[in-house]
C-alpha cells in the first residue's frame, strides 16, 4: 500500500480534469490489489464533490493500457444503452475522469499507474450480507451488465488474462504439481488430490461446447463478487458494476458459476473449520432468480442447461488452482499462515461436496425460473 507521506497529491490531481479545487484525499475501500483514495474537492457554494483516484497494480495487471482501453471501450458502450433506457450513467456504471489531454490515465515518473473516476454517492458494497435478497440484486446487476453489452463487438476486447478460466489448462498446471511435487507436500494433501483427479472428466465441459459452437463468447466480468456490486441505499437495488480490470471477452457461464463459488457459501473462502462451509441453496436460488430476471432472454439453451454446472467447474478450478499453488510452494497466492492454500483448497472441495449434494435440486432452480 502506497502510503499518503509518498504522495504528492496536488501535483498529480493537476494531470485529470476534475472539477472544483482540491481539499484533501485519504484511503478508501477494502480492495488488496490497487492503491485507492477518495479525493474530495470544494465545487464552490459549500458543496464539495468527490471522485476515486486508483494508483493500479502493475505487478498483478501488467498491461494497464490494455485494462484501460477494454474500460474506456465498455464503459462508453454501457453509458449508450444506460441513456437509451432513460437511466443514470453517473450511477449505473463507472465513469472515468479523463486526463487534460483526453487519455483515461497518467503515468508519473516513477512509472506508476493512475486513473480517476467519479465517487457514486449515495450506494456502498458489501462483504457480507444479512438480507438474502441482496444476492438477488446483485445477481440482477451482472445480468443486466451483461444485456446491456449484448451488442458490443466482443473481438474488440483485449484479452489481458490469457486463459484465466480455461480449466483443462488449469488442470495440466494441477496434475504438472503433483507430478514435481516440488515442496515436498504431495503425501499431506493426498485426500484432496485424489478427490480432484477423480472429477478431472469434467474440467473440459464447457472448453469443448464452446469449440463445438454451443456456447458463444460474450464480454465478461471474471470477477463476479458480492463486493463488486453497489448497492443503493436507498432502494436497496444493485446499481452499478465495479472493478472492471478483469472484462475481456469469455463464458457468461464463468460469471455466473464464480458468483455462485463466492456467494453460496457462508463461510471465509480460507475458512480452516470445515464445519462452518456449506453449499447454500436458498441463495444458489437468490442469484439464479436474480440473473435470470435480467439475462435469461440472452442466454441460449445450452448455456442454461450447463448454468448449474458452471458453479460445480469455476469452483472446481479454483480448486486445482489453490492445491497447485500449494504443492509448489505457494508461489501465487499470498499466504499468513502455513498451510492457508491447502485450507483454501479443502474450503473449496467441501463447497463441491455439497453442490454435488444438491446438484439435482440446483437443475431443479434452474429450470423454475428458466
Sequence with gaps: MTSLLELDFPTLIRHF?????????????????????????DIGRGKTRRYIL??????VFTQPVRVMENIEKVTAHLRKAILQTGGDPSRETLTLIPRLDGKSFYQDETGAVWRAMIFIEGAQTYQTVSDPRLYMQAARAFGRFQIRLTDFPVGDLHITLPDFHNTPWRLENFLRA???????RAQLARPEIDFLLQRQGQAGRLVQLQRQGQLPLRVTHNDTKLDNVMIDDRTGEGICVIDLDTVMPGLALYDFGDSVRSAANPAAE????????????????R???GYLQEAGSLLTQAELDNLAFSAWLITYEQ??????DYLNGDTYYKINRPNHNLERARTQIKLIQGMEEH?????GVVRSWG
Design 178 to 184: 503433483v507430478e514435481n511435487n516440488a515442496a515436498g
Design 359 to 363: 446438484f439435482e435440486e440446483m437443475e
Design 319 to 324: 480448486a486445482l488452482r489453490f492445491l497447485g
Design 287 to 289: 442469484l439464479v432468480q
Design 54 to 59: 486508483q494508483k493500479i497494480n502493475t505487478h
Design 17 to 41: 480534469a476534475f472539477e472544483g479545487s482540491f481539499l484533501e484525499a485519504c484511503p478508501f475501500g477494502n480492495g488488496h490489489i490497487h492503491d485507492t483514495f477518495a479525493a474530495r474537492f
Design 270 to 285: 480460507d475458512e480452516p473449520d470445515l464445519s462452518k462451509v456449506f453449499f447454500n441453496l436458498p441463495v444458489f436460488e
